[in-house]
């Protein structure tokens, strides 16, 4: 494993963590504040499920500009970003199971090409990757969202956002990514994986490498696209081909770059350029 990076007086470099269970801190949107407690709703939830509200923060005209908050405040942070693939995951993986070394070891190998590694910056296969990338010294990136039951970004992302609304953060990963690789996940990852899918598969965004790695894991799913979307017509055979299956982290990172040395899309060829 990569040594950390130092600090100007060559001191090894120790992760910070943003928040801690110890302390009851937890970030809501962009603020970290101490609490009591898990929150009762987000700010999704209240979005979505509210009716009208005359209190001035939380009528709607006030959510959108919430709203126009967050897109800014991502675009800003974001708008240098280097190469970057984002990782999936799930938030629950132990940190002594394979497919969490798995993570830590996409993540440095991500930054041996030159990417930097955008996760969901949360437990488990998250702050696997982001791990890996932190150690192998690359940009480890994490793009948190609110919830009720987890604590926020993991101490190994070095450029962290938080986003109250789930639309504002999926459009930071589709935006500023330029590859997407999914580990087993659940429902968040499927989410996020099938959401992949559909935009590439309606030409939405430049057709991107997706890949899937796990194929114990993966194998049911893929089957029943092919058995029963393809076979009874409700996709067509070659989006089968959108992403690639794989138990390899190698064999991951060489299909991204193969596929990113033959892209024309502008923002790629820039960046190719660029490194």
Sequence with gaps: MAPLRSNKDGKPRV???TESAETNRMLRGPMLLRTDGNQTSTYDQRLLESGADHAWKHADPWRVLRIQGEFVAGFDALSDLPKAVTVYGSARTKEDTPEYAQGIDLGAKLVEHDYAVVTGGGPGIMEAANRGAYEAGGLS????????????????????????????RKTMFLKYSQAFVCLPGGMGTMDELFEMLCMVQTGKV????????????WSG????????????????????????L????DEAVEHIVAAHKEMTDERVSRLNHDA
């Design 246 to 249: 794989t138990d390899s982290v």
């Design 141 to 168: 990136v994490g793009l948190g969202i609110e919830l009720p039951f987890e604590q926020g970004l993991n101490k190994y992302v070095d450029l962290g956002i938080n986003f109250r609304y789930f639309f504002a």
């Design 206 to 217: 430049t057709n991107y490498p997706i890949v899937l790695i796990g194929t114990e894991y």
């Design 221 to 244: 799913l893929v089957e029943w696209m092919a058995n029963t979307l393809v076979a009874e017509g409700y996709i067509n055979p070659q989006d089968m081909d959108l992403f690639l």
């Design 15 to 17: 992760p910070r963590t």
